[in-house]
């Protein structure tokens, strides 16, 4: 058995759950397609139905560096888009893959 050598500069990619690579999938989807889904930070609007706890760790949970997705600017009567980074589309890419 030979042994693949490190690739030292490769990015460690954050672990996701299966609930989690839904929602990227589910944003990365209506984000390409021009229509992204909107939600809203108030709990008592709609939130699309997207969890808002999923929604806080896909944001890294106030870390950019770690943020998956990051909400767009506010559109009056449809909320923020959820926008996913590239450090979200990378985790999407690299489960696609496997």
Known sequence: ?????LDIDAPELPRTTDVGR?????????????????????PAKPGSGVSR?????????????DALVE?????PLRGRPVLLTDLG??????????
């Open 53 to 65: 706890p999923a929604l806080e760790r896909l944001r890294g949970n106030g870390q950019p560096d």
């Open 22 to 42: 839904g929602y990227l999938a589910r944003f990365a989807a209506a984000q390409d397609a021009g229509k992204p889904i909107h939600v809203y930070r108030d």
């Open 1 to 5: 058995m030979t042994e693949q050598p």
């Open 89 to 98: 589309r990378a985790v999407l890419a690299a489960h696609a893959e496997a």
């Open 71 to 75: 909400l767009g600017d506010y559109v």
